[in-house]
């Protein structure tokens, strides 16, 4: 469509809102608890990604007057080991939250180490226990990625109901979650990933379009419905800049809503966690 220029959903004035409110909440917690909510963070080996991530989360507790410990594990570490170490940490009557960073290594299990954990602890949504109440519908924590994608739709008064939605990506993190929450919403879900023939004929359907894929550039001018909303939820570094999967200045041109990267889903995803921990399951 000539002429169109999507309007972005720009992350940060929303997240400047949800860091107020969440100020009032955290301190109205300490006051109740005595002490301030403590969210931990556990990672393991030297993942750059998960290390940023934890630094952006721990800075954004501390600005709402939150607790963030960052327990980074050596990647000698075992699944036994880790798994203790998130069992005990679930025990601590002085810990609100537990996140467990990926990726882990390739010899753990996710499933594993997360079942040994208190679903209300659960603050991220990785456990079976969170992950089964979202699919059946239940309130239950959720992945702070496919979270932050709903809240921004909500802030910007999109209604997924009745609209269809086309999730690109199914991971345990982004895509699955996602999907399930669009589908809570009342959208009709299409969930797409590697082995999909034909993506760009699935994705033109899309009213809404999610994309975490982790591939730059990936979702193209083509794949896009004129008009539609584009939710990018790629991180990907590129000659030294981040970047989403969504070949930005072409998609805007034809999308009638986009996300940029970075700057829309990113500055919400750890506010999502930290009001988990604070206010609780949706």
Request: hydrophobic share 45%; charged share 20%.
């Amino acid at each position: 469509m000539v002429g169109m220029s999507a309007m972005l959903l720009d992350g940060r004035e929303l997240a400047a809102r949800l860091r107020a409110r969440l100020t009032t909440e955290a301190a109205r917690v300490a006051d109740e608890r005595g002490r301030p909510a403590n969210l931990t963070l556990v990672g393991v080996g030297e993942d750059a990604t998960a290390r940023l991530y934890a630094e952006q989360v721990a800075r954004s507790a501390r600005r709402v007057g939150m607790e963030c410990v960052w327990r980074a594990l050596p990647a000698t570490t075992t699944e036994t080991a880790l798994r203790m170490e998130i069992a005990a940490l679930g025990a601590r009557a002085d810990v609100d939250g537990v996140a467990l960073l990926l990726p882990l290594p390739a010899r753990m299990r996710q499933r594993v180490v997360m079942e040994v954990l208190p679903p209300e602890k659960d603050v991220d949504g990785l456990g079976p226990r969170n992950a089964g109440h979202l699919m059946l519908g239940f309130p239950s924590f959720v992945p702070s990625t496919a979270d932050a994608a709903l809240e921004l739709l909500r802030d910007a008064g999109i209604a997924l109901q009745g609209r269809s939605a086309v999730v690109v990506g199914r991971s345990n993190v982004g895509g699955k979650p996602a999907a399930l929450l669009f589908l809570r919403e009342n959208a009709t879900v299409t969930l797409c990933h590697s082995r999909t023939p034909d993506l760009p004929a699935m994705t033109r359907q899309a009213d809404i379009l999610f994309t975490s894929v982790g591939r730059a550039n990936c979702i193209t001018a083509e794949m896009v419905k004129p008009g539609a909303v584009v939710l990018d939820a790629g991180m990907n570094a590129v000659d030294g800049r981040l970047v989403g999967d969504v070949a930005f200045d072409a998609v805007r041109a034809v999308a009638g809503y986009l996300s940029p990267v970075p700057g829309g889903l990113g500055p919400l995803t750890n506010l999502m966690l930290i009001r988990h921990t604070l206010v609780g399951p949706s």
